[in-house]
């Protein structure tokens, strides 16, 4: 759908959206209360991938790193 996720850990909620296409992935998140996100579009099959490495390289939440991480397997 349209809609966000919503993600709620003590101190912090974080709301996402992903969406993909062929050959396209995209994320945006924002933490509610930090401020921190980032909007991320990619042009590879394999975008979700780079997406992860670069949540990794950022000042990202370590709680939603943790369930995406999860989610990719």
């Not at 933490?31 to 670069?54: P, W, Y």
């Amino acid at each position: 759908g349209l809609g966000w996720e919503v993600f709620r850990f003590p101190g912090e909620t974080i709301l996402m959206h992903t969406g993909s296409d062929d050959g396209t992935f995209a994320l945006a998140y924002i933490g509610v209360e930090s401020g921190n996100g980032a909007v991320i579009l990619t042009n590879g099959d394999r975008g979700a991938f780079a997406i992860l490495a670069l949540l990794d390289a950022l000042d990202t939440d370590p709680r939603l790193l943790r369930f995406l991480h999860r989610l990719a397997g």
